[in-house]
RNA sequence: GCCGGGAUGGUGUAAUCGGUAGCCACGCAAGACUUAAAAUUUUGUGGGCGCAAGCCCGUGCGGGUUCAAGUCCCGCUCCCGGCACCA
């Protein structure tokens, strides 16, 4: 039965109790548990929660919840993120005071919160911009700036106009605008404060491995990261001077036929280099011009390459000691590598586009595997084992390769090419023809025109497993390649014929699928994946990754790593944030701020109106602080950081938040850390977790944290939609108000709704008011399920209650609120009509109090209990009784549902048997027929094929 | 282009060690209650044929494996997210 409750008054008078008796506060670590610390990210104090915020908190408290009723010393934190623009654009806007528009958010917002319900540890709250905060905030800052790990970089910076600050590359978007403010991002040249992440790429990429994340988020840090293995090689030029070029494929060296310089290059800049370079006007125009050229334009890969030729100059190849040119091209980045490549043009499709247009050498050195990690044996195939034939051509006229792929027997092929050719046939229908007969196909064609095969024999070896090597035979020609070095090519041919290899596929081949397997494919590609080398004096024949290595060494050079990311760039010219507390000597060499002086405090007589120029530089109080303190001449930074630094290590102040001495005691973080889920927006994948992972690792080398890593786990939400399935915005007018939401049907069900609407991970759902007031309904039928009491119930209701336990204790763990709801609502509609005993409906509501923390309250109180519903005990299933003992099964004849019978889940197949043939619709079907076989799938299925 | 994740009723979703597809909720339709509406409640609700029993079809598309496929395999299409002249 429904029954109404009034959800304004029932829950203020929960979360007054609540506050009064203190249950949610955390204290002492009690070791007699285990732990548990539940982390959501802390909120910028806007001004006002959005129903994000809900789903951000309200969602994961019932996660905290559920663990602390299982007998868990649960940490539940929660605090603001309060530095940053939108504090000092309203002041600007409004002309008030920052830090006050910020309190007064702050107090409002904690107010909002409390009325969530949420089970938060307020008493290890925190706020970056309390003096006691950010005062170790900037110690932390002074201890990276003694060890090398801060320090004042000189560089080409994201400006964004809007905020009118720099802002990281993290923060500049794909497609070249600001994160915050949405404004086109300029490059400028300035110096800046760096953190230097990339000395801990390598272990921010490893690290990764052991952590218990989604796949998806790690992949995302790990392209960020964007480590690739190669070698560094040094190029001798023409001039006496060297270039260093970074390449991943150093097995290709023999290919590399010119080598190509970033516009940005140092060597451009050599006096030596330009005065040797005879076309020096044309290199000037070039480089001004591409780096006038704005950042969306050069990245834009569609474009046609451009470059120019340092005539001239030549680089040697250190490989085959070949002098080839020089160019300075802008598909070559300066800030990526060593801002110098050498071009193999054969192997890679840049170079490729480069060499074309430009009419320079295209030498193969490397004669690729089909044979790969695309036809991985699948299990289930293994029964059958067949060679697969692939012949590798290349078209003489374009540099452009041939493949022919061949799934059929080894003999078919070898006699295809070594066949006899007819009178009047031209090779390749002599092939064809053969090829046809062996494997019976008739869909064969040759999209690759062959005017001549050289090829006649080949016998292949295996090396590796699952990879092919090869001995070359060629009819009448050359015996053995791997001695011979080089492939010749046949006079009269329009292809060379490059390789043809034999492999292996497990798979089951039927005529029809060996039609779709039978491809001629024509790749217009340039090869550049791996293989074995040709082209390349005593390297032929060796596979790939071995010749890596081993080139590398011959000609001197270094394997070596390089990564896209870029080092974290902190400073921000403007107001509200952390001072850096850095200070100049009269001589302008920078010094830390001593941890006496710290906090660091942001002075108050600034005028933050952004003109561009650092807001602290206007600061009286602040040059006359640190003239006072270090003598005169003495100036002080002006810049602030970025409010990612202030987030970086905010969930280990909350541990140990009135901590004096120490940004966070080892013995809070012993008893705490690491954080054992983590619950946030996928917007902060690569730029917040990657940042204080980092930070994490920096304090850990310090001795100052006892983890190297801050995250055990971590769940990325989705998006809350406006009704109309769109991102909510003012604009579009769809924004759902959570106050009005709750005022309405209380915050119990706003927060069953969300946990209702999918599965917590992952998706976006859009907000629909009329699927919000079916959990309301939900919880009115839960509490007038009291009306429904019995003194016994049946059997089906017990063993529903505790199948429900069980679901809803399995589904909690993984995050799966939707499911778990839904095994209640069913618990419900079963309690109501068969009638419950008041035990049953204590389990019930104790079952159900993560989710409906008010209203479980009220009704535990009503059943006459004085102590809080929620501190008490969980409820586990009777395993017994969550057993079924009858289930029904589908009845399938010739795989086709015919009906059901209700059985045992123990039954046995003759059991089965005997109740489909009493089965009065089923037994029509059977009448005088003994089935050829019989599918009994116990608690499943029973499928009886019948004689046709 | 590369990497990751998806596609199931009118809607949000459920069911994946292959075993009765559509649980739960919303919406919709009809009935009850009411002067009426709201609230509540009962019944129905993937599509098609049929009075019914029942039959056929159905999880983005095309094939395949299997007694049995939303689930596995091969080949596509589209959508979402990340990266992208990264050597």
Same mark, same amino acid.
Request: charged share 25%.
């Given at each position: 039965m429904h029954k109404k409750f009034d959800s304004t008054q029932i829950e203020k008078k929960w979360q007054e109790r609540w506050k009064e008796s203190g249950?949610? =506060? @955390?204290?002492?670590? &009690? @070791? =007699?548990k285990p732990k548990e610390y539940v982390l959501v990210e802390w909120p910028y104090p806007s001004g006002n929660l959005h129903i994000g915020h809900w789903y951000a908190f309200a969602v994961p408290d019932i996660y905290a919840r559920f663990k602390r009723m299982k007998g868990t010393q649960v940490l539940f934190p929660m605090g603001f993120d309060a530095f940053g623009l939108p504090a000092e654009n309203a002041a600007i806007k409004r002309n008030l005071d920052p830090k006050a528009w910020t309190n007064d958010n702050i107090a409002y917002m904690r107010e909002q919160l409390i009325s969530m319900g949420c089970s938060f540890s307020w008493d290890k709250t925190a706020n970056s911009t309390d003096a006691d905060y950010y005062k170790w905030t900037q110690w932390m800052f002074t201890q990276f700036f003694e060890r090398g790990i801060a320090y004042r970089g000189k560089g080409v910076v994201n400006w964004c106009p809007g905020c009118n600050t720099v802002i990281a590359n993290e923060q500049v978007l794909t497609d070249g605008t600001c994160e915050r403010s949405g404004d086109v991002v300029e490059k400028r040249e300035m110096p800046q404060w760096m953190l230097k992440i990339t000395e801990y790429a390598d272990r921010l990429t490893d690290d990764l491995n052991a952590l218990d994340w989604p796949e998806h988020i790690k992949e995302a840090q790990r392209q960020w990261i964007g480590r690739s293995r190669g070698a560094k090689i040094d190029f001798k030029l023409s001039t006496g001077d060297t270039v260093t070029v970074f390449t991943t494929r150093p097995d290709t060296l023999f290919g590399a036929t010119y080598v190509v310089l970033a516009p940005e290059h140092p060597l451009l800049q050599n006096d030596k280099v330009r005065g040797e370079t005879s076309n020096l006007t044309e290199v000037n125009n070039y480089i001004t011009t591409a780096k006038q050229k704005d950042e969306q334009d050069r990245l834009d890969a569609t474009k046609e390459k451009t470059g120019v030729k340092l005539e001239g100059i030549t680089a040697i190849n250190p490989a085959s000691g070949e002098a080839i040119p020089v160019y300075v091209a802008d598909y070559v980045l300066g800030g990526y590598g060593t801002g110098a490549i050498m071009a193999v043009p054969a192997h890679d499709e840049r170079d490729y586009a480069f060499a074309t247009k430009f009419g320079l050498p295209i030498k193969q050195v490397v004669v690729p595997c089909?044979? &790969?990690?695309?036809n991985p044996p699948q299990s289930g195939y293994e029964e059958v084992k067949r060679d697969t034939v692939i012949i590798h051509l290349r078209d003489k006229s374009t540099g452009k390769f041939a493949l022919l792929n061949w799934h059929g027997t080894l003999e078919g092929i070898t006699t295809a090419i070594m066949g006899g050719i007819e009178e009047g046939q031209t090779p390749e229908e002599a092939a064809l023809a053969e090829i046809k007969e062996e494997a019976a196909l008739d869909n064969v064609k040759i999209v690759h025109s062959l005017k001549w095969i050289t090829a006649a024999k080949y016998c292949a070896s295996h090396k590796k497993q699952n990879r092919c090597a090869h001995t070359y035979t060629f009819l009448g020609e050359v015996e053995n390649l791997e001695q011979q070095g080089s492939i010749p090519e046949a006079e009269n041919s329009l292809h060379t014929l490059v390789w043809v290899e034999k492999t292996q596929v497990l798979a089951k081949l039927t005529p029809d699928h060996q039609k779709q397997v039978w491809e001629l494919l024509q790749k217009d590609t340039v090869l550049t994946g791996a293989g074995y080398l040709m082209n390349s004096g005593e390297f032929n024949g060796m596979d790939s990754d071995e010749a890596k290595e081993k080139i590398v060494a011959q000609v001197g050079g270094e394997m070596t790593s390089t990564y896209r990311i870029r080092d974290w760039s902190i400073g921000r010219q403007r107001y509200w944030g952390v001072p850096i507390p850095i200070v100049y000597s009269p001589e302008g060499v920078a010094h830390i701020v001593p941890k006496e002086h710290l906090p660091w405090v942001l002075p108050e007589d600034v005028d933050f109106k952004p003109t561009g120029v650092a807001p602290l530089a206007k600061s009286e109080a602040l040059r006359k602080r640190t003239e006072e303190i270090f003598g005169v001449g003495w100036t002080p930074e002006v810049e602030t950081m970025d409010t990612f630094v202030d987030s970086s290590w905010y969930f280990l102040r909350y541990l140990d938040n009135a901590n004096p001495d120490s940004l966070s005691s080892l013995e809070a973080q012993k008893n705490w850390m690491p954080i054992d889920i983590y619950f946030g927006g996928a917007e902060h994948t690569t730029m917040h977790l990657l940042y204080s992972r980092f930070w994490q690792k920096a304090l850990f080398d310090l001795g100052l944290v006892t983890e190297t890593e801050p995250y055990r786990r971590r769940i990325n939400r989705g998006l809350i939609l406006g009704p109309d399935g769109n991102k909510m915005s003012k604009s579009k007018g769809n924004v759902i108000d959570p106050d009005a939401q709750v005022a309405l049907v209380g915050s119990d069900t706003v927060k069953m709704y969300l946990a209702f609407m999918g599965p917590y991970e992952g998706s976006n759902y859009p907000f629909d008011l009329g699927g919000i007031a079916g959990l309301r309904r939900f919880l009115e039928r839960a509490y007038g399920l009291r009306d429904h009491i019995i003194p016994n119930e049946p059997l089906t209701v017990t063993k529903q209650l505790h199948k429900t336990i069980a679901k809803v204790n399995t589904d909690i763990v993984e995050f799966k609120f939707n499911t778990a709801i839904s095994a209640m609502m069913i618990f419900v509609n079963l309690a109501e009509k068969e009638g419950l005993t008041e035990e049953t409906y204590r389990m019930f509501t104790r079952l159900l109090a993560p989710f409906a923390p008010h209203i479980t309250e009220e009704i535990w109180t009503e059943l006459g209990e004085t102590t809080s519903i929620h501190l008490t005990e969980y409820p586990t299933a009777n395993p017994e009784l969550a057993r079924d003992t009858e289930v029904v099964i589908g009845v399938q004849i010739n795989g086709k549902l015919r009906g059901d019978i209700t059985l045992s889940p123990n039954a046995s197949e003759a059991e089965a048997l005997n109740m489909v043939k009493e089965n009065p619709v089923l037994r029509t079907r059977l009448e005088g027929i003994t089935p050829n076989k019989v599918i009994y799938v116990p608690g499943k299925i029973i499928n009886l094929i019948l004689p046709t």
């Amino acid at each position: 039965m429904h029954k109404k409750f009034d959800s304004t008054q029932i829950e203020k008078k929960w979360q007054e109790r609540w506050k009064e008796s203190g249950i949610y =506060t @955390v204290g002492e670590r &009690d @070791v =007699t548990k285990p732990k548990e610390y539940v982390l959501v990210e802390w909120p910028y104090p806007s001004g006002n929660l959005h129903i994000g915020h809900w789903y951000a908190f309200a969602v994961p408290d019932i996660y905290a919840r559920f663990k602390r009723m299982k007998g868990t010393q649960v940490l539940f934190p929660m605090g603001f993120d309060a530095f940053g623009l939108p504090a000092e654009n309203a002041a600007i806007k409004r002309n008030l005071d920052p830090k006050a528009w910020t309190n007064d958010n702050i107090a409002y917002m904690r107010e909002q919160l409390i009325s969530m319900g949420c089970s938060f540890s307020w008493d290890k709250t925190a706020n970056s911009t309390d003096a006691d905060y950010y005062k170790w905030t900037q110690w932390m800052f002074t201890q990276f700036f003694e060890r090398g790990i801060a320090y004042r970089g000189k560089g080409v910076v994201n400006w964004c106009p809007g905020c009118n600050t720099v802002i990281a590359n993290e923060q500049v978007l794909t497609d070249g605008t600001c994160e915050r403010s949405g404004d086109v991002v300029e490059k400028r040249e300035m110096p800046q404060w760096m953190l230097k992440i990339t000395e801990y790429a390598d272990r921010l990429t490893d690290d990764l491995n052991a952590l218990d994340w989604p796949e998806h988020i790690k992949e995302a840090q790990r392209q960020w990261i964007g480590r690739s293995r190669g070698a560094k090689i040094d190029f001798k030029l023409s001039t006496g001077d060297t270039v260093t070029v970074f390449t991943t494929r150093p097995d290709t060296l023999f290919g590399a036929t010119y080598v190509v310089l970033a516009p940005e290059h140092p060597l451009l800049q050599n006096d030596k280099v330009r005065g040797e370079t005879s076309n020096l006007t044309e290199v000037n125009n070039y480089i001004t011009t591409a780096k006038q050229k704005d950042e969306q334009d050069r990245l834009d890969a569609t474009k046609e390459k451009t470059g120019v030729k340092l005539e001239g100059i030549t680089a040697i190849n250190p490989a085959s000691g070949e002098a080839i040119p020089v160019y300075v091209a802008d598909y070559v980045l300066g800030g990526y590598g060593t801002g110098a490549i050498m071009a193999v043009p054969a192997h890679d499709e840049r170079d490729y586009a480069f060499a074309t247009k430009f009419g320079l050498p295209i030498k193969q050195v490397v004669v690729p595997c089909a044979n &790969d990690s695309k036809n991985p044996p699948q299990s289930g195939y293994e029964e059958v084992k067949r060679d697969t034939v692939i012949i590798h051509l290349r078209d003489k006229s374009t540099g452009k390769f041939a493949l022919l792929n061949w799934h059929g027997t080894l003999e078919g092929i070898t006699t295809a090419i070594m066949g006899g050719i007819e009178e009047g046939q031209t090779p390749e229908e002599a092939a064809l023809a053969e090829i046809k007969e062996e494997a019976a196909l008739d869909n064969v064609k040759i999209v690759h025109s062959l005017k001549w095969i050289t090829a006649a024999k080949y016998c292949a070896s295996h090396k590796k497993q699952n990879r092919c090597a090869h001995t070359y035979t060629f009819l009448g020609e050359v015996e053995n390649l791997e001695q011979q070095g080089s492939i010749p090519e046949a006079e009269n041919s329009l292809h060379t014929l490059v390789w043809v290899e034999k492999t292996q596929v497990l798979a089951k081949l039927t005529p029809d699928h060996q039609k779709q397997v039978w491809e001629l494919l024509q790749k217009d590609t340039v090869l550049t994946g791996a293989g074995y080398l040709m082209n390349s004096g005593e390297f032929n024949g060796m596979d790939s990754d071995e010749a890596k290595e081993k080139i590398v060494a011959q000609v001197g050079g270094e394997m070596t790593s390089t990564y896209r990311i870029r080092d974290w760039s902190i400073g921000r010219q403007r107001y509200w944030g952390v001072p850096i507390p850095i200070v100049y000597s009269p001589e302008g060499v920078a010094h830390i701020v001593p941890k006496e002086h710290l906090p660091w405090v942001l002075p108050e007589d600034v005028d933050f109106k952004p003109t561009g120029v650092a807001p602290l530089a206007k600061s009286e109080a602040l040059r006359k602080r640190t003239e006072e303190i270090f003598g005169v001449g003495w100036t002080p930074e002006v810049e602030t950081m970025d409010t990612f630094v202030d987030s970086s290590w905010y969930f280990l102040r909350y541990l140990d938040n009135a901590n004096p001495d120490s940004l966070s005691s080892l013995e809070a973080q012993k008893n705490w850390m690491p954080i054992d889920i983590y619950f946030g927006g996928a917007e902060h994948t690569t730029m917040h977790l990657l940042y204080s992972r980092f930070w994490q690792k920096a304090l850990f080398d310090l001795g100052l944290v006892t983890e190297t890593e801050p995250y055990r786990r971590r769940i990325n939400r989705g998006l809350i939609l406006g009704p109309d399935g769109n991102k909510m915005s003012k604009s579009k007018g769809n924004v759902i108000d959570p106050d009005a939401q709750v005022a309405l049907v209380g915050s119990d069900t706003v927060k069953m709704y969300l946990a209702f609407m999918g599965p917590y991970e992952g998706s976006n759902y859009p907000f629909d008011l009329g699927g919000i007031a079916g959990l309301r309904r939900f919880l009115e039928r839960a509490y007038g399920l009291r009306d429904h009491i019995i003194p016994n119930e049946p059997l089906t209701v017990t063993k529903q209650l505790h199948k429900t336990i069980a679901k809803v204790n399995t589904d909690i763990v993984e995050f799966k609120f939707n499911t778990a709801i839904s095994a209640m609502m069913i618990f419900v509609n079963l309690a109501e009509k068969e009638g419950l005993t008041e035990e049953t409906y204590r389990m019930f509501t104790r079952l159900l109090a993560p989710f409906a923390p008010h209203i479980t309250e009220e009704i535990w109180t009503e059943l006459g209990e004085t102590t809080s519903i929620h501190l008490t005990e969980y409820p586990t299933a009777n395993p017994e009784l969550a057993r079924d003992t009858e289930v029904v099964i589908g009845v399938q004849i010739n795989g086709k549902l015919r009906g059901d019978i209700t059985l045992s889940p123990n039954a046995s197949e003759a059991e089965a048997l005997n109740m489909v043939k009493e089965n009065p619709v089923l037994r029509t079907r059977l009448e005088g027929i003994t089935p050829n076989k019989v599918i009994y799938v116990p608690g499943k299925i029973i499928n009886l094929i019948l004689p046709t």
